[in-house]
C-alpha cells in the first residue's frame, strides 16, 4: 500500500513538502493549505574588478541558473586573452574596445568567476554590447568589430582585418568545470561595413540568433540555409541570422528578413528566442494595423510611422517559417512597439517604451488604452499561442507610470513571471516593495525601476517593484535584465561607484566617484 494521504505510507512526506514547496494555497488530500508566498528581495551588487569612469558595465546582462553575465562596452583594456578566475586588467590603451564578466553563484554568494575579452580586440569595437548565456554556453556581441570576415571560425581565432568598417561580430565561449574557452567567431556570410552584426544576441541551447538592425537588403523572404543577399537597396531594413552548433562547430542555418521589409524598419531591434521560437521586434516598422496576423504575411501599409511590429518565426527540423505578425492593439505612430522583446515557450512579451497611455493599470484580455496624455510612459503587451494562433493576453502598465518614464526599455519572461524596466522612473526609494503598491516619489530623476508581473490563469498582477539600494539620479536602472527562475539581474550602465568588489547582501556603494562605471544589482525571491 502506498496512498500518499495515509501518514504511513512511504510517499505521504514526500508529497506533503511538495505541496508546501508551492506558492499560495493548494490542496492536499481534501484539505487547503495556505503556503507562504514567495518575496523579492535584494541578493548582491555586482561591481567590475576594474572598475572605472565610462566603462559602463552593466550596459549588458544575462543569467542561466547559477550563472550571471555582464557586458562593459567602454572597458579599455589591450588585453585578447580570457582571465578564468578573480581580476582584470587595468590597461587602459584601448578605449570602448569592451570586456565581459562572468559571475558565479554558490549557495547565496556571488564571485567572479571569468574576465572575457575578445582575441581581436580593437578600439571602439564595444565587445559587450549584447551578452546571452544558456547553460554552460555564453553569447556575446561586438557591434562596432570590423573584419570584413564572411565566414565562421570555430576555435580560439578571430579575423585582425580592419576593411569593413562597424560590419560587426559574435563570440561563443564555452564552459568546462569552471574554465571558460572560446568556441566560435561568427561572421554573417553577406558581412559589410557599418551592418552592425552582433546587437542583440539570444540563444537557447544549440541556437543562436543574432539581430543586425541596420541590414540593408529588400529581401521578404526566409532563406534557409548558409547564403544571404547582397542587396543593399533597403537602408536599415534589418535581419536576423540563425547558427546552429554540431558538437562545438557552429553553421549559420538561416537568413531571416520579413515579409514586408521596408528600409528603415530596424527589423532585428528586439531579439529573443525559447526553444523553436523566434521573436524580432521592428520598432521603426510603419503599419497602422492593430490586430495579429497569424500567418506568413505582414502589413505593406505605411500609416503609422514607427508604430513598431513584432514577428514570429517557428523551426521545424532545420526549416523557418514565418509564423505570426504581431501589433498593438493601440498602435500608434512613435510608439516604436518591439524595441525589445522576450519569449517562454508559448508566451511573448513585447514593449512599446514610447507608448503614450496615462492608464496605471493592468489589462487583462486584447484591449489597450488608445488615451496619448503622457508622452513615452511606455507599455508592455503580452501575447499567447494557443496551437500556432497567437493572441493578445494582457496589457502592462506601470502603476505610476507619467511622462517620460520609459516603460519597457527591456524585458524578460520565464514561465509566468514577467520583469519590465522603465530607466527614467524618478522615485527616490531604495527598497523592494513586494505588493501591488509602489512610490510615487520624484526625488531621485531618472534612477530607474523594475516592476516584477504574475500570472495567475491568463491573468497578469504586479508582484513586485525593485528599486536599487543606492538609487540615484541618472543611474538609469534597468537598461538591461536577465531573469532566470528566482533570480533577476539588472544593469544600471550609468551608475557611478568606484567600488570594485561584489557586495554580498542588500547594500550598495553610495559613492559616485566614477561616472557611469556601472553596476549590476541581483534580486532573488524566496
Known amino acids: 500500500m502506498n496512498n500518499p494521504c495515509d501518514p504511513g505510507s512511504e510517499s505521504y512526506l514526500s508529497t506533503l513538502l511538495l505541496s508546501s514547496s508551492a506558492q499560495g494555497p493548494v490542496s492536499f488530500c481534501g484539505f487547503l493549505i495556505q503556503t507562504p508566498i514567495k518575496l523579492w528581495e535584494s541578493q548582491a551588487y555586482l561591481k567590475a574588478a576594474n572598475a572605472e569612469a565610462s566603462d559602463q558595465f552593466g550596459g549588458a546582462v544575462a543569467i542561466s541558473g547559477d550563472t550571471i553575465v555582464v557586458g562593459a562596452i567602454g572597458e579599455a583594456s589591450n588585453q585578447t586573452t580570457i582571465t578564468n578566475g578573480e581580476g582584470a586588467s587595468s590597461d587602459n590603451t584601448l578605449g570602448l574596445s569592451g570586456a565581459v564578466y562572468v559571475y558565479q553563484r554558490t549557495g547565496s554568494t556571488w564571485s567572479q568567476q571569468a574576465y572575457i575579452k575578445a582575441p581581436n580586440a580593437e578600439a571602439g569595437d564595444q565587445f559587450g554590447v549584447a551578452v ?27 579575423s585582425g582585418d580592419n576593411s569593413a568598417s562597424n560590419a560587426g561580430a559574435v563570440y561563443v565561449y564555452k564552459r568546462s568545470g569552471s574554465t571558460w574557452v572560446q568556441e566560435a567567431y561568427l561572421k554573417p556570410s553577406n558581412a559589410e561595413a557599418s551592418d552592425q ?18 541590414e540593408d537588403s529588400n529581401q521578404t523572404t526566409i532563406t534557409n540555409g548558409p547564403t544571404a543577399s547582397g542587396d543593399n537597396s533597403a537602408t536599415s ?35 529573443a528566442i525559447s526553444g523553436d521560437t523566434i521573436v524580432a521586434g521592428a520598432n521603426l516598422e510603419d503599419s497602422n494595423q492593430t490586430t495579429i496576423t497569424n500567418g506568413g504575411t505582414a502589413s505593406s501599409n505605411n500609416g503609422a510611422t514607427s508604430a513598431g511590429a513584432a514577428y514570429v518565426y517557428q523551426r521545424t527540423g532545420s526549416t523557418w517559417v514565418e509564423q505570426a505578425y504581431l501589433k498593438a492593439p493601440n498602435a500608434e505612430a512613435g510608439d516604436q512597439f518591439g524595441e525589445d522583446v522576450a519569449i517562454s515557450k508559448d508566451t511573448i512579451v513585447v514593449a512599446a517604451f514610447a507608448e503614450a497611455s496615462n492608464q496605471i493599470t493592468i489589462t487583462n484580455g486584447p484591449t489597450a488604452s488608445s488615451d496619448n496624455s503622457a508622452a513615452t510612459a511606455g507599455a508592455a503587451y503580452v501575447f499567447k499561442r494557443i496551437g500556432s494562433t497567437w493572441n493578445n493576453e494582457a496589457y502592462l502598465k506601470a502603476p505610476n507610470a507619467k511622462t517620460d518614464e520609459y516603460f519597457g526599455t527591456s524585458l524578460a ?15 527616490g526609494q531604495k527598497t523592494v ?43 538609469r536602472l534597468g537598461n538591461s535584465i536577465g531573469l532566470s527562475g528566482d533570480t533577476i539581474v539588472v544593469g544600471a550602465n550609468q551608475e557611478d561607484s568606484i567600488q570594485n568588489t561584489i557586495t554580498n547582501g542588500p547594500t550598495a556603494s553610495s559613492d559616485n566617484s566614477a561616472v557611469s562605471s556601472g553596476a549590476a544589482y541581483v534580486f532573488i525571491r524566496k
Open 132 to 158: 546571452a548565456i544558456d547553460g554552460d554556453t555564453i553569447v556575446v556581441g561586438a557591434n562596432l568589430e570590423d573584419s570584413n570576415q564572411t565566414t565562421i571560425t570555430n576555435g580560439s581565432s578571430a
Open 433 to 475: 516593495t513586494n505588493g501591488p503598491t509602489i512610490s510615487i516619489d520624484n526625488s531621485s530623476p531618472r534612477s530607474g525601476a523594475i516592476y516584477v508581473y504574475g500570472r495567475t490563469g491568463s491573468n497578469w498582477a504586479l508582484n513586485a517593484y525593485l528599486k536599487a539600494p543606492n538609487a540615484d539620479p541618472d543611474d
Open 237 to 271: 531594413a534589418g535581419a536576423i541570422y540563425v547558427f546552429q552548433r554540431s558538437g562545438s562547430a557552429w553553421s549559420q542555418q538561416a537568413y531571416i528578413k520579413p515579409s514586408n521589409v521596408e528600409a528603415q524598419d530596424a527589423f532585428g531591434k528586439g531579439l
Open 197 to 214: 552584426f552582433g546587437f542583440p544576441v539570444a540563444i537557447s541551447g544549440d541556437t543562436i540568433v543574432v539581430g543586425t538592425y541596420l
Open 413 to 427: 519572461i520565464e514561465g509566468d513571471t514577467i520583469v519590465v524596466s522603465s530607466i527614467y522612473e524618478d522615485s
